[in-house]
């Protein structure tokens, strides 16, 4: 069946940006990627090819080089152990939700498992961060925790078998607690000053609020394909399908409607920003909202552009028509201890490919 992917942020008031030093942080991380030994083979392979330089890169733009290659090298490390969470027992998420947590919000405890090297490069990174940028690392940590809390939430959804058993409106909230958006919202903190007091106006807060949505809805638009050809049902286009008894191309359409009329709320939100009678705190307002806009089109940009998504469809060709076909369905088999995705259809190549556990 061939589907058309909505127009996701057909009129949106920013245009999507790379960051400066990205050339030279992608040499850095993949070098990093490849040489440290904290990763198989199989794993090398997916993170060179997942690219998470070009995704901090066009989720913050305005980045300094040490920041981009920390934020690299997190989200790298971040994507192996998301990918590990959707394969394991709800039992075991707990406890390595705990550690990965832990690792992290709070990285001057000891590890909790620290056979894991990635654990430590967790803890690192955290340092690290925390040493950069002071001031925004306590909002990360907790959003950190957040995202944690969400990933356990799915576990046992997934485990009580209630995926389905949620309606749009319940899941879209569950999904932000799965998606990490919050917490990779607030690392845009990472980029530019913000004063601590106006982080919490109705205005600015239902703005990161819309900007997670958005980011989610994205992914999930983009992802869909891979999802329905491996039974998942944490999507929201999934789940439209299943609340409103919709084809794909439905659901999808559906979809997109959503997603901009909370376009349209971001927008107007930006013409409600607050104002002072400080010129210097009211260009930092105004970097700050142009930082979340640039996050919202960059995340779409990127699954736009990686290979992740879209597979063997040409970029251009996808640019162009936004059509994919939607794939077979797949079956995973067990190989060494790890999860392995059996390809069912030649054109399934491309897009069927996993990171393997990393515990």
Not at 9 to 29: F, I, T
Not at 158 to 166: I, P, S, T
Not at 228 to 249: C, E, L, P, W
């Amino acid at each position: 069946m061939l589907v058309t992917l909505p127009h996701l942020l057909k009129d949106w008031p920013v245009e999507g940006a790379l960051c400066s030093h990205y050339k030279a942080v992608a040499e850095a991380h993949n070098a990093w990627v490849k040489d440290s030994g904290f990763f198989s083979q199989k794993q090398t392979y997916a993170l060179l090819k997942l690219d998470a330089t070009l995704l901090c890169s066009m989720l913050y733009p305005d980045c300094d080089e040490v920041m981009l290659r920390l934020l690299s090298d997190l989200f790298a490390v971040s994507f192996l152990f998301d990918d590990h969470f959707e394969r394991s027992k709800a039992e075991d998420v707990l406890e390595q939700t705990k550690a990965f947590g832990r690792a992290y919000s709070d990285p001057d405890s000891s590890l909790l498992d620290p056979a894991n090297p990635l654990l430590k490069v967790t803890q690192d990174l955290a340092i690290a961060m925390r040493k950069e940028a002071p001031e925004a690392f306590p909002m990360l940590a907790v959003t950190w925790e957040t995202w944690m809390q969400g990933i356990c939430e799915e576990a046992l959804f997934h485990a009580a078998k209630k995926q389905f058993d949620v309606n749009f409106d319940e899941f879209i909230e569950h999904r932000l607690r799965t998606a990490a958006g919050e917490w990779a919202i607030g690392a845009v903190l990472l980029q530019c000053k913000f004063p601590a007091n106006l982080l919490d106006h109705p205005v600015i807060a239902k703005m990161r609020y819309e900007a997670a949505l958005l980011a989610a809805i994205a992914n999930d638009v983009y992802s869909f394909n891979i999802e329905q050809s491996r039974g998942h049902g944490g999507n929201t286009v999934i789940i439209s399908m299943k609340q409103y008894s919709f084809d794909a191309q439905e659901a999808l359409d559906h979809i997109g409607v959503y997603s901009r009329q909370h376009e349209e709320s971001f927008m107007e939100l930006m013409n409600q920003a607050p104002s002072t009678d400080d010129p210097y705190v009211n260009s930092q307002i105004k970097a700050y909202i142009s930082s979340l806009a640039k996050f919202v089109i960059g995340t779409n940009n990127w699954h736009v552009e990686s290979s992740r998504y879209r597979g063997n469809v040409s970029l251009e060709s996808f640019r162009k028509d936004r059509q994919v076909t939607l794939l077979p369905k797949t079956m995973t088999e067990k190989h060494n201890g790890a999860e392995i995705e059996v390809v069912t259809h030649p054109s399934n190549l491309n897009q069927t490919e996993n990171l393997v556990a990393v515990a």
